[in-house]
């Protein structure tokens, strides 16, 4: 086999060392355009898991890294005068050029033709004359453009400039500071990887960037710069540079990672931020499956099938990770109005790997001091400290979030909504939300609605809020009113989620009159000004009749493209009048029904309200109208402010992840101060304790995780150890409080 890899960065190298050490008869050619001592930045940090799999494909390379690297457990985080340490984190590091040089070696005693200062032939030239190539060329790779029509990558730039700087001598941690400047908010990552020098890299918006003048300075004059910004930190020392260049960083991302015998590794395939020090890792870990996958198929399309296969899950949530921390770096500047230990640990735990339980494992004292900044009493997760509401204080965060069960008759609740709610009233939960509950029978989504248009159905509400009081005291149980808008008329979810009904459709109005899939869905009258107002008094009638069965909280639904969401966001809302146009005027119909309903809603009882803070669609709803709609909410009344996203058109492409919505909440409670609801993937009572610490949200709503398990907070409590009485276990069911014993479990 001949194998090409055009690249000489780590991953390169390792593959070419791993792919010729496999199997010795290989002709391995790594050509790299640079001379063996050129590369940029200083060090490079590697986790356990990335050593530990050096270790086992290769000892030699194992055992020289070893004696090369620095190692050290805490981080330091410097937050307005503060300087918080956390340890327990298990840090190492080396020189970029200094691993350069083992791997060089590696691969010249392996005889692997290393050629230096050579650019690599065309990809198809290379691919015609070996068996294998490996494209290990980087972010800006050749060989990827080349075959962009089959790999078809996604290039997406940040806001962020940022510089790759050193200093000459060793910082005893992982530093994070903070510099708030008259053009803004600028940080320093900074870390040891010698005894003698430690990588420092500065980062900041580039708004910021350019007010400061930094576009205006060469390599030098950006060094002196930085370590003047940075002195404290620094200890007074210069900063070095190395061909160090301002620079955006990229996130590439490719539908496939092979073209016949070519094959992406590392940056060339995919990137993800510095900021959870994965580039290298990535690479390396690359290597090692791809070496692995031809060592085991005899074929290479099966190879190549097999380490994609085996490396992308791998890759796609570490890229989720990376994502969600070069966002909370970019969102920095409303960060830093936290209390200072909350402040570190939303820091520590941006990226969602890092959690709650997992910090209390590696830093019990510091994780105490957080959980007693936040108030919890002695014994008590933060999950299970109450909460007030306006007039009412839930006895713990958790809330059972609106979930459509399309099994109401005429709009009219029954058994199966009693037996439903009143288990997850039964089940601890501070807050238990119906589902949508639609105030007409035009306004309904499918048949199987439940509604509150009649005095009926109120009285069938009656009765599932007096079960819940009575037979769950404590735990409180909200209404969502809602109208479907364009989005109505269609199957119940199991019989074709979002498709017309067969029969018997019933006309629909929206903001305009536009179809939510042309086409498929019909087309809706736009609402004028007696279809507004008939509308606004289905609503305070539906609100009237909710506080007399007894609800403790009304939420007004203007999300997931429904008739209120409909009019806020731009690609639903093409109206010309003044319910029209920019953010004000189409905020102005969903406040006016708000204020209806705020006037006839018990004073005492809290009115939150659930929006979608972006479409996941270009032109839609952006983060920043987000906290627009949220601030003129709060200014009506709102107690709260429900987080979700998306679902308003059908062409949205969401970012899929653990708590994926929860950055949303996180900036409008950061930007106004309102308390919120964070939803969204949230799965684990490990999240909750780590969203509530982190001060992301006031309260977390969970959905399918109440319908797996109907007593999920209850379990929590038992799973934490709590037994207070934030999570009390109703009388008959206290015998079951304690986890049942499985089968033997020793050898």
């Not at 190395?242 to 590439?252: E, L």
């Not at 969602?352 to 494992?361: A, C, F, I, M, P």
């Not at 709610?421 to 119906?434: C, E, P």
């Not at 059908?650 to 996180?666: H, I, V």
Request: proline fraction near 6%; glycine fraction near 10%; hydrophobic fraction near 40%.
């Amino acid at each position: 086999m001949r194998v090409a890899v055009v690249g000489g960065g780590p991953g390169g190298l390792y593959a070419a060392a791993l792919l010729k050490r496999d199997d010795p008869d290989r002709e391995v050619t790594v050509w790299e355009r640079n001379a063996p001592t050129d590369t940029f930045g200083f060090g490079v940090v590697l986790s356990d898991e990335t050593l530990g799999g050096i270790a086992d494909a290769d000892p030699e390379v194992h055992a020289a890294l070893r004696r090369e690297l620095v190692r050290w457990d805490d981080i330091h985080i410097a937050h307005r005068g503060h300087l918080l340490t956390s340890t327990g984190h298990g840090f190492a590091a080396l020189g970029r050029r200094r691993l350069l040089e083992l791997l060089h070696e590696r691969c010249a005693g392996l005889g692997v033709h290393l050629r230096f200062r050579a650019e690599a032939p065309p990809a198809d030239v290379l691919a015609a004359g070996h068996d294998l190539v490996v494209a290990a060329d980087g972010v800006h790779s050749r060989t990827r453009e080349a075959h962009a029509e089959v790999f078809r990558p996604t290039i997406t730039t940040h806001r962020c400039r940022y510089i790759w700087l050193a200093a000459d001598f060793a910082l005893d941690a992982f530093r994070f500071d903070i510099a708030e400047t008259e053009y803004g908010v600028m940080q320093l990552h900074a870390y040891p990887y010698s005894d003698t020098s430690s990588t420092v890299i500065v980062e900041m918006r580039e708004e910021v960037w350019r007010a400061a003048g930094f576009d205006e300075l060469d390599e030098a004059e950006s060094a002196a710069r930085c370590a003047k910004l940075f002195a404290e930190p620094l200890r007074g020392r210069e900063l070095r540079s190395n061909n160090s260049a301002w620079t955006a960083f990229r996130t590439v991302v490719n539908a496939r990672w092979s073209h016949g015998n070519t094959v992406l590794l590392g940056d060339a395939a995919h990137t993800a931020h510095f900021s959870i020090g994965s580039g290298t890792k990535l690479a390396v870990e690359d290597a090692v499956a791809l070496a692995a996958a031809v060592g085991r198929h005899p074929d290479l399309t099966g190879a190549l099938a097999a380490y994609e296969a085996e490396r992308r899950p791998a890759v796609e949530s570490t890229q989720r990770a990376a994502a969600a921390s070069l966002r909370w770096f970019e969102e920095l500047a409303g960060q830093l109005d936290r209390p200072p230990r909350q402040f570190a640990f939303n820091l520590l735990t941006r990226s969602r790997r890092v959690t709650h339980d997992n910090l209390r494992l590696r830093d019990p004292a510091f994780t105490a001091s957080v959980e007693d900044e936040f108030g919890c009493p002695p014994g008590t997760p933060p999950m299970f400290t109450p909460f007030r509401l306006g007039g009412l204080t839930l006895r713990n965060r958790v809330v059972v979030s609106p979930m459509d069960m399309y099994v109401a008759e005429n709009g009219v609740p029954g058994d199966f909504h009693l037996v439903h709610l009143g288990a997850r009233a039964l089940g601890g939960a501070g807050l238990v939300m119906t589902e949508m509950v639609c105030v007409s029978e035009r306004g309904r989504i499918t048949p199987g609605c439940a509604g509150l248009w009649t005095d009926e159905q109120a009285e069938a509400w009656a009765r599932v809020t007096s079960f819940a009081h009575a037979q769950a005291p404590g735990t409180a149980i909200g209404v969502q009113l809602g109208h479907s808008g364009r989005k109505g008329s269609t199957r119940r979810m199991w019989e074709g989620i979002d498709e017309p009904l067969p029969d018997g459709n019933w006309p629909l109005v929206a903001a305009s009159p536009l179809p939510y899939r042309p086409g498929v869905n019909q087309t809706p009258h736009a609402l004028d000004r007696a279809g507004l107002t008939a509308v606004r008094e289905e609503f305070t009638a539906a609100a009237r009749r909710a506080a007399r069965a007894g609800f403790d909280l009304l939420e007004l639904h203007c999300a997931h493209g429904y008739l209120l969401s409909g009019f806020l966001s731009p690609l639903t809302n093409l109206r010309a009048d003044a319910y029209g146009g920019d953010l004000a005027g189409r905020l102005r119909y969903p406040l006016e029904v708000f204020d209806a309903v705020r006037e006839v809603w018990p004073a005492d009882r809290p009115m939150t309200v659930r929006i979608s803070a972006t479409d996941w669609a270009e032109g839609g709803t952006t983060p920043e109208d987000a906290v627009g709609i949220a601030r003129a909410f709060a200014a009506h009344g709102a107690d709260a402010l429900d987080v979700s996203t998306g679902q308003v058109v059908p062409e949205e492409r969401p970012e899929f992840g653990r708590s994926y919505q929860t950055p949303y909440a996180d900036r409008i409670r950061s930007a106004l101060g309102i308390p919120v609801i964070a939803v969204g993937a949230i799965s684990s009572w490990d999240d909750v304790n780590s969203l509530l610490l982190a001060g992301r949200a006031d309260l977390c709503a969970l959905a399918r995780p109440h319908l797996y398990d109907p007593h999920w907070t209850l379990h929590a409590a038992a799973e934490q150890g709590y037994a207070g009485s934030a999570a009390p276990w109703p009388p008959p069911y206290r015998a079951g409080s304690r986890r049942p014993p499985t089968g033997r479990k020793d050898p």
